[in-house]
């Protein structure tokens, strides 16, 4: 059984130190657990390698522990829309793995999984695979990819059970799931505590996999790019 904590700022500092490793759940800022993050920001630890699709925006999100000078090297598919991130790159104080979205996913797959590393096609004859071990399969070139296992994972769930259970919710789930097996201990922040069992058939992310459950913050989520579209006109004879 997972345990619940309304502050898990001690517990995080009890297994983070200094160089640490942490796999992120989100994909921007959508289902990315912010009150996790602010939680490592309070811990102080510094040298970390993140691992996560992106680092959010300016001071949201992992935004966060680049503004507290928190990380050393990122572990990412796409890092555009963090400005302060991109100055600290170049000035190199920085370090950035760039690794392709897909590879990305089934390198935290992997890693959750046990399997110490992977062949893959993509990658291949460009600088994401310089220095990699290169095997021939039925005469196509593939890379070696390394499987990653976190010292810490972190996600945001929509629910979450008495056993630490978890569902997510729309593309919220992203990358969830897959950085909460991946962590050799791993924390959840859930927006909805239930006082009753989720139904097996439904549960996406099961306890096993769940150490540490805390309560989301309550209060309106960060949109990263607000879009909406205009008014429809209906067509003529049809009323809306």
């Known amino acids: 059984m997972s345990e619940f904590l309304e502050d898990v700022t001690d517990r995080l500092a009890a297994v983070l130190t200094d160089g640490a490793t942490i796999a992120v759940g989100g994909f921007g800022l959508c289902g990315t657990p912010v009150g ?22 300016d001071g949201k999100g992992l935004g966060l522990l680049i503004e507290g000078d928190q990380v050393a090297t990122v572990v990412a598919s796409y890092v555009g829309e963090n400005k302060l991130f991109a100055q600290r790159y170049l000035e190199g104080r920085i370090e950035v793995e760039f690794t392709p979205q897909g590879t990305l996913a089934e390198r935290l797959r992997a890693g959750g999984a046990g399997i110490a590393g992977f062949y893959t096609r993509t990658g291949v004859g ?34 979450g059970d008495p056993q630490g259970n978890l ?26 505590l239930l006082d009753h069992h989720i139904d097996p058939d439904l549960i996406e992310t099961p306890s096993i996999f769940v150490d540490h459950v805390t ?24 009323k809306n």
């Open 36 to 57: 996790l993050i602010e939680a490592v920001r309070r811990t102080g630890v510094r040298d970390l390698t993140i691992v996560s699709n992106n680092m959010g925006i």
């Open 126 to 159: 460009t600088d994401i695979a310089q220095g990699k071990p290169h095997e021939v399969f039925d005469g196509t070139s593939y890379v070696l990819e390394r499987g990653i296992v976190a010292d810490a994972s972190l996600v945001r769930a929509h629910q």
């Open 167 to 192: 569902t997510y919710r729309l593309t919220a789930r992203n990358f969830n799931p897959l950085v909460a097996t991946a962590g050799r201990v791993t924390f959840a922040e859930v927006e909805r």
């Open 215 to 238: 309560r989301a913050a309550a209060g309106p989520k960060d949109i990263e790019k607000l879009v909406t579209l205009p008014p429809t006109t209906a067509p003529a004879g049809r």
